[in-house]
């Protein structure tokens, strides 16, 4: 880590530093994990260098399909060069299968279908522990205006519809996830773009074959080894080297790329 860069925000898995043009960043990928607003914590090795990977993929992907995504390219195995955006203060979710807080909330069964994908809104802001509001508060408060918020209804759902196909090819149920989104300023005039983070942090994804929780809930509820889930996400997801029926390495061996 290069000490003369200058350190803008540190959040909970991932640090923000000054990129080499004022309107870039530099993301870095931590190995910390929380949970429940941060009442438990790990420090779990290996997790920022996957989520980097599966994130730099995923955004890759999006940016080819014209939903633009601040990502810019990968700098090396914890950091992505990213265009600075202002955050909508919004988490976005997406469910397709009822899971987590949607259970508690009206009563679901964890793994029943949904009649339709939903898509909820939560307002960041962790004093309050991000409460679920309605489309009316986002525009009446000024969170966002309702044509940024018709942008964010349409891209989720085309990110939606790209990430189920994904993760599907792959063996894998994409049961929910979080996105953010900012707006990027030319001048006076801004645009809506994908920010923060996909990865298995921020979704949820069940084998398909044995519903094996390949994502964050291992650390959240105890389930298993995080960084062995991640793993085989990456590896499905031909980041991480085949391993050709030989003994598995002690520790995730990344494909080079570039
Ligand atoms: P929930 O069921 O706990 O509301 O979570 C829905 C999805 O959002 C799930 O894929 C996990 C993700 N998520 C985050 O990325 N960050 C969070 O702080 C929370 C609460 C959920
Ligand atoms: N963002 C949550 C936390 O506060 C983590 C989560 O459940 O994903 O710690």
């Not at 190995?31 to 260098?49: H, M």
């Not at 090396?76 to 299968?97: A, F, S, Y």
């Not at 030319?186 to 990865?199: F, N, T």
């Amino acid at each position: 880590m290069k000490s003369h860069r200058n350190r803008l925000y540190e959040g909970k898995a991932k640090i923000l530093y000054e990129g080499p043009d004022p309107d870039t960043l530099i993301v870095h990928f931590k190995d910390d994990a929380t949970a429940f607003n941060a009442e438990k914590k790990a420090v779990i090795d290996g997790k920022g260098v996957l989520n980097n990977r599966i994130c730099e993929l995923i955004f890759t992907k999006l940016n080819e399909m014209n939903i633009p995504t601040h990502f810019i390219k990968r700098l090396n195995m914890r950091e992505q060069l990213i265009h600075k955006v202002e955050i909508i203060p919004l988490e976005v979710i997406v469910r397709n299968v009822a899971a987590g807080s949607i259970c508690k909330q009206l009563g679901l069964t964890e793994g029943e279908p949904l009649p339709r994908s939903i898509i909820e809104f939560c307002y960041k802001d962790d004093a309050l522990g991000d409460p679920l509001v309605a489309e009316e508060h986002i525009t009446a408060f000024g969170w966002a205006t309702p044509g940024e918020l018709d942008d964010i209804i349409n891209m989720t759902t085309r990110i939606n519809d790209f990430m189920c196909g994904l993760f599907s090819a792959i063996g894998i149920r994409l049961i929910d996830f979080k996105i953010e989104f900012g707006r990027q300023y030319d001048g006076e005039v801004s645009r809506v773009i994908l920010a923060d983070e996909i990865s298995p942090d921020s979704c949820r994804l069940w084998d398909v074959e044995t519903n094996r929780k390949l994502d964050k809930d291992n650390f959240r509820r105890d389930l298993g080894d995080l960084v062995e889930a991640y793993s085989e996400v990456a590896r499905r997801l031909g980041i991480l080297k085949e391993e050709n029926g030989k003994p598995k390495p002690s520790k995730p061996v990344l494909v080079k790329s570039d």
